[in-house]
């Protein structure tokens, strides 16, 4: 089997367990996005089809590059299957000429799902090692069943008369719910996922969560600080908070009511290497104090503040600039950034930023405001830039400004 493999990921807009699920964000990006990423990352997988009766659910997968097959109401209530929105999805592109060989069927309620375990599914699909697919994890828990209302129990999966060493025993697998593969013919004929020769995917388990009550987006919240860790950023535009991200929060204020701010040194240097690679940076205060723009003039970028709306400032300039929301990042600390950072492909959170801030950022830096958070975010992006570019101007660009301090220093910026 050789042909067209296509991934498809049912995504309602209702759910009563936890309203608006797969709008909900884990680390900066809405379930239903991270599903899309993962399948357009995946080497495989050649279109990505979100089926949905929502429509900002259709906006955010359009977004994330994903295409949309609306599904009508009778397929949209909590009674219909999975299998009803896949089969549906297929009718509909097999009306267009569109009819894959191998289904790949993506969960948006797992958020953590490698793109390079969905190629390992499709290659046991095309290498016709298996009929159906599904992510799983090894389990060599004892299992037991209830065998009346008193409390009795029967072990399932062991003898509990013999009580074998787990290396003594073969792991059962247990399902993640992530994804599934399949032969789209043999799915069509069986009408369910799991036909003929079925396997296993296995995939780590400190990423097969999934997201069914509100306290599982509270864990996955807090692991994707940890799994998504990403090295580089790809955007056009840094925009920043100034006080808590330029700043480390704090002010001096001399006898005669005159403050000034402490700023890092590393962050001017971070700022010139965004420059030298083409990617402007925006400071968006609402500080009053004409320090925001001193310390524009200081890196040479454009600054607005005394700004009370941000989230209108930040949706304004990026349209006036023609630049697209998921290609801008937002870095912020405390609450009034929730609304910017909810506009743009990459929200930030400075190292320490309020929680909720925190909790709606796609990436918590390492550092924090005031202390080289900015440089941080800028070297991330300008990775990415010369990671793109020729080998020679990546070799000689990385040699000219490869110095990282380990104690940056700081300098204070006087207001007047």
Not at 61 to 77: F, N, Q, T, Y
Not at 385 to 404: E, I
Request: aromatic share 6%; charged share 25%; glycine share 8%.
């Amino acid at each position: 089997m050789s042909g067209r493999v296509i991934a498809i990921v049912p995504a309602r807009g209702g759910s009563k367990g936890v309203p608006g699920k797969n709008l909900r964000r884990v680390g900066g990006r809405s379930l239903v996005e991270r599903a899309v990423d993962a399948c357009r990352a995946a080497r495989l997988v050649e279109a990505v089809y979100v089926s949905t009766d929502d429509a900002e659910i259709a906006a955010r997968a359009e977004a994330a590059g994903g295409k949309v097959i609306m599904r009508p109401v009778e397929l949209s209530g909590d009674t219909a299957s999975s299998e009803s929105a896949l089969l549906h999805a297929l009718d509909q592109l097999s009306l267009v000429g569109d009819e894959p060989e191998v289904l790949v069927f993506v969960q948006c309620t797992s958020p953590f799902i490698a793109s390079d375990d969905l190629d390992r599914g499709v290659e046991m699909i095309i290498h016709d090692y298996a009929d159906s697919v599904f992510s799983a994890v090894p389990s060599y828990d004892f299992l037991w069943r209830a065998d009346d209302g008193f409390g009795l129990v029967t072990g399932q999966n062991h003898n509990p008369a013999v009580r074998q060493r787990r290396q003594e025993r073969a792991p059962h697998f247990r399902e993640t719910g992530a994804f599934y593969v399949m032969s789209a013919a043999g799915f069509k004929a069986a009408r369910h996922r799991f036909f003929g020769r079925t396997a296993v995917v296995q995939v780590p388990e400190l990423t097969a969560v999934d997201v069914d009550h509100l306290h599982d987006l509270t864990l996955a919240g807090a692991l994707a600080q940890v799994i998504d860790s990403p090295q580089e950023i790809d955007v056009d535009v840094v925009i920043t908070d100034f006080d808590g991200v330029h700043t480390d929060d704090s002010a001096t204020i001399g006898q005669d009511g005159r403050e000034s701010v402490r700023v890092s040194r590393a962050d001017g240097l971070g700022v010139e290497r965004l420059r030298s690679v083409g990617v402007p940076l925006l400071i968006v205060s609402k500080e009053i104090n004409p320090v925001v723009q001193a310390r524009a003039a200081k890196l040479g970028v454009e600054a607005m503040h005394n700004v009370e709306d941000k989230r209108q400032v930040v949706l304004e300039w990026l349209a006036a600039h023609q630049i697209p929301r998921d290609r801008a990042a937002y870095l912020g600390n405390d609450v009034n950034d929730l609304g910017p950072m909810g506009l743009v492909g990459w929200p930030v959170a400075v190292a320490d930023a309020h929680p909720a801030v925190r909790a709606a950022a796609r990436l918590v830096l390492a550092r924090s405001g005031g202390h080289g958070a900015v440089r941080e975010l800028c070297d991330l992006v300008v990775e990415h830039r010369l990671r793109l570019a020729t080998p020679t101007m990546a070799t000689t660009a990385s040699q000219a400004h490869a110095t990282l301090f380990s104690t940056w220093p700081h300098v204070s910026l006087d207001s007047g």
